[in-house]
């Protein structure tokens, strides 16, 4: 007999998932290897290992072990935040009258406001273990760099983050955030690197883009003794340490008996929907259990729904490997007026080819109903999402009216994966009514597909 | 045997407290009645039922019934959001090297970003079952008006937030999830309240305070049909349903057989406190356990430690029932170099006869060492706290410390009352080496003192 669904289902420590699933493992068509910019060959151990950490190297390039141990120093750090709660969101049905079953993993409840703690502890550690002096990323709505500078103040490492400048202006608290965790911050593009120097000599008075400051931060590692350089997203490696959020919600249902039909999570860079589907694509890659799995992306920045399946450069300044994925360009940077996240060109590799092998949908919302459902979301479940969970609420919200359409009790669960405590002027402008919907032209992306590198078939 | 205990611990759905405890009921000595301040005689459920909802006038007076039960729909609503995790500070504990056992109650883990949430969806109840169309409050640094906000969207009810001038202008984000959840937020003082023009035209250029923001708000729930007053601290009703706090922590430490040595709160007007010891301030009035119980105040606003134990009004508009309270006198404002919070005049009742008859300790401490210990706490336990629970933390640590010298493997229990995420001026004017202590001198206070009425012996 089912047991009562909880309002929240708290995993107990010794129910902790032990081990991170790599479901390259199991994928029949694996993803495409990374290539070295300079020869266009398949990246090597030794390629990468002076901008990543050696373990981190092993775990980008390992396409067959399944499982791969969760050492006890991140457990230990896990255990202050997670397990994250798998929330039933009752009040949230009760308001739309759907018939659906309605559950979300919130990764919001820990200092960083997201699921980038998850990877930003594991590479903290490896860069530890290594003996580095400290690691150097980027930050673009700065999620990701304060989970970075709670990890490495964690294991007192040195850790600078380049911000994109219009980030950096307008974020001014995340940039507190940081520098209380003993962060470096630096408004992107800068003068301190020469990638920095050449983009604001080309482009004179820009805000910067993510791309730009990936550029900066992996030159301001490889030339500096003892420093490596991390990623909050997109990256094999970094998927890895997500699926600790699928794992634990698929114990949580597990644990009450109850079969999911539809995952659903937001996709930027891929960090969140790939760690969250985790178990449930395992199952069918294996064909043991079917499940729609939909990734759900803005209109403004579409790069599964309008991109191209290519190699391209991870970042603006081409000096990082070349990527096959779903790329919209590594030019293409969605128009100011997008508030909610999501804005990288590209898609992770595991993830597109996941897309292309057609495991995954995914679809894509505009910007004022991504506001729209966030806000009926906030004043139900009580809790004020961030911009980029709120797409995939708005995608739960659709399905949820569509089966309160078909009255069939479906289980949807998608990824809550932060709060919006820190983007306060895109509610802002939300409330004033001053919000609007950018969808790019198909002009416009024929421009960036043009540019594609010419790599890699 | 003891278990092992875990990180952080929370009760399950059916073990949550289904009662408040009104720990009135076991006090020999009563807190002294509010007076009428137009008679000076002890105020009756008619002179407050203008001002409050009937069944929290109950509340308010009743000193006697010991448990009074949560309704469903507000088990429902906490549902949401709580039990909130009892967390042991393994990393702080190793941090410090110290033998104490350290534990601390976290309340932070919801939008509202505090406790506030636990008694605002309570007042909030009682005035949709009342049939009201609204409520209105004032709000100092936001999280009151932000609780009240959630609870008012929650029910349906109108919410009208008056904001103290120099927060609505330092805090426009805390503004904007106000609005966010539908609430109307007016800086205070403001020309829409009789008493609002009046100190405007005494004091122009005013930033305003708590006490004239009290009186606003009062004026503007009586002015109008079916509207009335809530208040987030300071008053009886507002610590009972603190006291799921308190309820929640021992219910945690008494599942793993556990027993607190002392138990630390910050104090403004009393509600975190006042709701965090009730289980522990219980036992010790009915002599059942002894515990030390300590109050932590800001050296700029020392109420307890510096404070007379007289009559005084709530408010700065002097419309409020006089409260007999420790208080530093209605029209003292702490400088306005003080970030950290907990700045009311006055003092819960419960709890200025608590300290009057020797069951609570207080203690000052200043903004400086409270911001070195929150950055401290932060770094190594992940969780960036707000200045106000930063008091109890700094407290927290002087007693680990202490034990440390003694060899005592004493257990401490802390409220961690809520997140900083909004505070980050005041991180930042940390950060950068700019910020300084205030003590208000015995001149000073003696000049408010003064001014105390003389009213009520």
């Given at each position: 007999?089912?047991?009562?669904?909880?309002?929240?289902?708290?995993?107990?420590?010794?129910?902790?998932?032990?081990?991170?699933?790599?479901?390259?493992?199991?994928m029949?068509?694996?993803?495409?290897?990374?290539?070295?910019?300079?020869?266009?060959?398949?990246?090597?151990?030794?390629?990468l290992?002076?901008?990543?950490?050696?373990?981190?190297?092993?775990?980008?390039?390992?396409?067959?072990?399944?499982y791969?141990?969760?050492?006890?120093?991140?457990?230990?750090?896990?255990?202050?935040?997670?397990?994250?709660?798998?929330?039933?969101?009752?009040?949230?049905?009760?308001?739309?009258?759907?018939?659906?079953?309605?559950?979300?993993?919130?990764?919001?409840?820990?200092?960083?406001?997201?699921?980038?703690?998850?990877?930003?502890?594991?590479?903290?550690?490896?860069?530890?273990?290594?003996?580095?002096?400290?690691?150097?990323t980027?930050?673009?709505?700065?999620?990701?760099?304060?989970?970075?500078?709670?990890?490495?103040?964690?294991?007192?490492?040195?850790?600078?983050?380049?911000?994109?400048?219009c980030?950096?202006?307008?974020?001014?608290?995340?940039?507190?955030?940081?520098?209380?965790?003993?962060?470096?911050?630096?408004?992107?593009?800068?003068?301190?690197?020469?990638?920095?120097?050449?983009?604001?000599?080309?482009?004179?008075?820009?805000?910067?883009?993510?791309?730009?400051?990936i550029?900066?931060?992996?030159?301001?590692?490889?030339?500096?003794?003892?420093?490596?350089?991390?990623?909050?997203?997109?990256?094999?490696?970094?998927?890895?340490?997500?699926?600790?959020?699928?794992?634990?919600?698929?114990?949580?249902?597990?644990?009450?008996?109850?079969?999911?039909?539809?995952?659903i999570?937001?996709?930027?860079?891929?960090?969140?929907?790939?760690?969250?589907?985790?178990?449930?694509?395992?199952?069918?890659l294996?064909?043991?259990?079917?499940?729609?799995?939909?990734?759900?992306?803005?209109?403004?920045c579409?790069?599964?729904?309008r991109?191209?399946?290519?190699?391209?450069?991870?970042?603006?300044?081409?000096?990082?490997?070349?990527?096959?994925?779903?790329?919209?360009?590594?030019?293409?940077?969605?128009?100011?007026?997008?508030?909610?996240?999501?804005?990288?060109?590209?898609?992770?590799?595991?993830?597109?080819?996941?897309?292309?092998?057609?495991?995954?949908?995914?679809?894509?919302?505009?910007?004022?109903?991504?506001?729209?459902?966030?806000?009926?979301?906030?004043?139900?479940?009580?809790?004020?999402?961030?911009?980029?969970?709120?797409?995939?609420?708005?995608?739960?919200?659709?399905?949820?009216?569509?089966?309160?359409?078909t009255g069939?009790?479906?289980?949807?669960?998608?990824?809550?994966?932060?709060?919006?405590?820190?983007?306060?002027?895109?509610?802002?402008?939300?409330?004033?009514?001053?919000?609007?919907?950018?969808?790019?032209?198909d002009?416009?992306?024929?421009?960036?597909?043009?540019?594609?590198?010419?790599?890699?078939?």
């Amino acid at each position: 007999m089912a047991k009562q669904i909880p309002y929240k289902i708290y995993l107990e420590e010794d129910e902790m998932p032990k081990a991170w699933y790599n479901y390259r493992a199991d994928m029949k068509n694996k993803p495409a290897p990374l290539l070295n910019p300079a020869t266009g060959a398949p990246v090597t151990h030794d390629d990468l290992a002076h901008v990543f950490c050696d373990e981190l190297v092993d775990q980008e390039l390992d396409n067959t072990t399944p499982y791969i141990p969760i050492p006890d120093e991140i457990r230990k750090f896990y255990n202050m935040y997670r397990p994250s709660p798998l929330v039933r969101a009752y009040c949230l049905e009760e308001k739309l009258q759907t018939p659906a079953k309605i559950y979300y993993k919130f990764e919001g409840n820990n200092t960083s406001g997201s699921h980038k703690l998850n990877s930003a502890i594991a590479q903290a550690y490896y860069a530890k273990k290594q003996g580095l002096k400290g690691v150097t990323t980027e930050t673009g709505a700065g999620q990701w760099g304060t989970a970075l500078s709670m990890a490495c103040a964690y294991f007192g490492l040195d850790c600078h983050v380049f911000m994109v400048k219009c980030s950096y202006e307008q974020k001014p608290f995340r940039r507190e955030v940081m520098r209380t965790y003993g962060a470096e911050v630096t408004p992107s593009p800068s003068d301190t690197t020469e990638i920095g120097r050449k983009i604001l000599a080309e482009h004179p008075g820009t805000t910067g883009s993510l791309g730009c400051a990936i550029s900066e931060a992996v030159e301001a590692a490889t030339s500096r003794e003892g420093y490596r350089y991390v990623l909050g997203s997109v990256l094999n490696q970094v998927l890895l340490h997500q699926t600790i959020i699928g794992l634990e919600a698929k114990a949580a249902l597990d644990k009450y008996g109850v079969k999911a039909d539809v995952v659903i999570g937001c996709a930027g860079g891929g960090s969140n929907l790939g760690g969250l589907i985790a178990p449930f694509i395992g199952e069918k890659l294996r064909g043991e259990n079917d499940y729609r799995i939909i990734a759900v992306e803005p209109a403004s920045c579409p790069s599964f729904t309008r991109g191209t399946f290519a190699y391209d450069f991870c970042d603006t300044g081409k000096v990082c490997p070349l990527s096959k994925m779903y790329t919209l360009g590594c030019d293409f940077i969605p128009s100011p007026n997008h508030a909610g996240g999501l804005r990288y060109h590209g898609m992770s590799p595991i993830l597109s080819q996941l897309y292309h092998d057609g495991y995954i949908e995914a679809t894509t919302v505009k910007q004022t109903e991504v506001f729209d459902a966030a806000v009926k979301f906030a004043r139900v479940e009580g809790i004020l999402p961030a911009p980029e969970s709120s797409h995939a609420i708005k995608a739960a919200i659709d399905e949820a009216l569509r089966c309160k359409e078909t009255g069939k009790e479906e289980t949807i669960v998608f990824g809550l994966t932060g709060t919006g405590y820190f983007d306060m002027y895109a509610y802002q402008a939300y409330n004033d009514n001053q919000m609007s919907d950018y969808i790019p032209t198909d002009e416009e992306l024929a421009k960036y597909r043009e540019q594609l590198p010419k790599i890699g078939g």
